[in-house]
């Protein structure tokens, strides 16, 4: 009986045994599956990784063309800014210069002239132009003329030149 029973046993044990390898079997069968099925994700992500890669490589490449072309664009406005900046300089100079001849010349032209006809004309102006006409003048020559002048509009002149300069119209034309 315990022949039998050994017998039994490892009958048993046999079938087991097999049974474990079928089902190992089955189970490895799955586990290629498995194993394939992860492949060919890896290979998709590998895939859309290097499609990603590339995509940003070409936008990287195109936001660096823009900004060097901001960066051109920048350097030439910054450069025309100086040109016009330089020009400006330089007709201020020259518009200066014009109205320093201009306000000379004018100045000589008053001096030359004799008083009485300088008054006339200095009478006619608006109080500040004469006064800026007058403030050019050397002080003997504004004593001659004023003396040959109307004296409310002598003295409103005196008075804008007892501000002094910039002589500005404050409404008071004549």
Known sequence: MKR???LVVGTLLCADTIDCTKVFEERRGELLREVEKI???RQSFEALKAATNALFEKQKSALKEKENGIAKTKAEIEAKEKQITLMLEENKKLL???QAKKSDKL???YIKMKDAAAAAIIEKLPVHEGAAMMFGLPSKKVSQIMAKM???IAS???QQLKKGPPFVE???TK
């Open 4 to 6: 039998l029973w050994i």
């Open 39 to 41: 492949d060919e994700a």
């Open 107 to 109: 100045d000589e032209t």
């Open 156 to 158: 409103e002149i005196m």
């Open 150 to 152: 109307n004296p409310q």
């Open 96 to 98: 200066d210069q014009v």
């Open 170 to 172: 404050n409404n008071q």
